[in-house]
């Protein structure tokens, strides 16, 4: 299985600000895409360890802006796993348009107990499909 993958986002203009410049706050949700695709092509699905009092929060994202992606470019964004460890994932995303590097980016989750909020180790099927 990948622990990769490339996911193609076209900029619309509800994600530009003023300048046709894209929004800043929008990476993340590119980023967010990007997680999103690699989990599913691997196997795992989030929402389904909601029934099982488990959930993935963001704890820390820490995003480099380097370019502007604008109104219509056509961008790449490329998602990898950077980390697993007992309680935690960290990935890094680089958005890109064309082999130009825009934004560079590494968020990292915590897997946590739905009922407390507190943290709990990722569950072993979950690790073993990213390591895989």
Same mark, same amino acid.
Request: glycine share 6%.
């Given at each position: 299985? $990948?622990k990769? #993958?490339?996911?193609?986002?076209? +900029?619309y203009? =509800?994600? !530009?600000?003023?300048g046709?410049v +894209?929004y800043?706050? #929008?990476?993340?949700?590119?980023? =967010? @895409?990007g997680? !999103?695709e690699l989990?599913r092509?691997l /196997?795992v699905?989030?929402?389904?360890y909601?029934? $099982?009092? !488990?959930v993935?929060?963001? &704890?820390e994202a820490n995003? $480099?802006? $380097?370019q502007?992606?604008?109104? #219509?470019?056509?961008?790449?964004? +490329? !998602? #990898? &796993?950077?980390?697993?460890?007992? %309680?935690?994932?960290i ?7 064309g =082999?130009t590097?825009l934004v560079y980016?590494e968020?990292?989750? %915590?897997? +946590?107990k739905?009922s407390t /909020?507190m943290?709990k @180790? &990722?569950?072993? =099927? &979950?690790v073993?499909?990213l390591?895989?």
């Amino acid at each position: 299985m $990948k622990k990769s #993958n490339e996911l193609r986002i076209r +900029v619309y203009y =509800e994600d !530009t600000d003023c300048g046709n410049v +894209v929004y800043y706050a #929008n990476y993340l949700r590119y980023m =967010e @895409r990007g997680r !999103t695709e690699l989990l599913r092509e691997l /196997g795992v699905d989030f929402s389904s360890y909601h029934e $099982k009092d !488990t959930v993935f929060s963001v &704890i820390e994202a820490n995003v $480099k802006y $380097k370019q502007p992606a604008r109104y #219509n470019d056509l961008l790449t964004v +490329v !998602t #990898n &796993i950077k980390e697993v460890s007992g %309680a935690s994932l960290i990935f890094e995303t680089q958005v890109r348009r064309g =082999e130009t590097l825009l934004v560079y980016g590494e968020v990292k989750l %915590a897997c +946590v107990k739905l009922s407390t /909020g507190m943290p709990k @180790r &990722i569950p072993g =099927e &979950i690790v073993s499909a990213l390591k895989s």
